[in-house]
């Protein structure tokens, strides 16, 4: 087990957050009933609101931080912690930007997640990301390393997810990852991440079966709305960007849902500018939302025209307290920084609803009480059914 003590106390319930933000996923871990012993973050803005919520943190860039420095800041040893989490930036992968990749995940900041992970050996590890990393890929140069990666045929050297899967391997990790969309766990928002859970000694970890669903016969398990987040917060916004005039006056006619198609058509051109032209959806531009669906994702500011959010009904994007309540921040938590770092810090979280789940299906595999055994036989074929497109659908399983 090497030169550390493997502790399985049942009421170990010990984190150690690393690239924590504005600590969307930390929240809902401790929702779960885990708790955070120290977070950790490079960014200025971030550190400030985590202590200013009463957290512990250790601030500097994880490549010039030691693991040792963790574990005594958090009181805990090798072996120790119940868990390890986290989301290395993730902005090479994101769909909504060139999608250049790195030429090498071992030289990147995924790198120091696993590190870590090495180190303390934590008995679960969840990292969390854009779905963009699902699709990444590396090219083959001089200047990558390719020892130990098979090449293919087309000249690529495997993907970014390959490399991060051997790497947990050699660590002795079991891991099981796929694509999760808040909007089924509660959260009043599409917002799909790619979440990767590993396993220090080998149990039978699975990714949160959803809670909430378009169709359902109970109002309580349906998709949370913009409505029911944000409706009472129309005329009472708070803390706010604001539009431009001239974007303004294009957003004024656009009717709840609509985005620029919905425009008269002599003014479309004249509001899109040089991005009529252009291709892709371009669903985001004049973008008003509506109060009978969840709200689109998220991104790090409203009142960018190809990313706008406006509001339902009021002519602005939506507030910084909206944003937080869509992204399920307790009602009393503080973020600090100026408006735009407030936007970008919620905006970069992890809803809380998803991090709950996370949290909560991660407890049920280590109090192994996450299954109901039975030996029915006869008459199960739905449920088998049902079973099947979980497995399919949410999650691949790596031992």
Known sequence: MGDYNVKRDSENRDVISLFSGAMGLDIGLMQAGLNIKIGQDNNADCVATMKANGYKVLCGDIRKIQPEELLQLSGLTRGEPFLICGGPPCQPFSTAGKRLGINDPRGSLFMDFIRMINYIRPRFFIMENVKGLMSARLKNSADVDTNGIDETAEGHIGSVLEVILAEFKKLGYKTVYGLLDAVNYGVPQFRERFVLIGSRDNED????????????????????????????????????????????????????????????????????????????????????????????????????????????????????????????????????????????????AVPVGLAKALGEAIISVADNNFIIKTKRTRGTDVHNRIKCAIEMGYGHANK
């Not at 029911?228 to 005329?235: F, P, R, T, V």
């Not at 006619?253 to 009529?276: C, H, S, T, Y």
């Not at 109060?291 to 009904?313: E, G, N, W």
């Not at 399920?328 to 919620?346: H, L, M, S, V």
């Open 205 to 348: 970890i699975f990714l949160p079966v959803p809670t909430h669903f378009q169709l359902h016969q109970n109002s309580k398990y349906k998709w949370v709305t913009l409505w029911n987040a944000i409706s009472d917060l129309e005329n009472n916004p708070g803390e706010c960007g604001y539009f431009s005039e001239d974007r303004l006056r294009f957003l004024k006619l656009v009717p709840q849902g609509g985005n620029w198609r919905n425009l008269p058509p002599d003014l479309i051109e004249k509001a899109m500018g040089g991005a009529f032209h252009s291709g892709g959806g371009k669903v985001g531009f004049y973008r008003r939302l509506s109060y009978d669906q969840p709200s689109p994702t998220l991104v790090t500011s409203p009142v960018q025209k190809a990313t706008m959010l406006c509001h339902p009904t009021q002519n602005r994007p939506l507030s910084v307290m909206e944003y937080a309540r869509i992204q399920q921040f307790p009602p009393n938590w503080i973020f600090t920084g100026t408006t735009t770092a407030k936007y970008r810090q919620i905006g970069n």
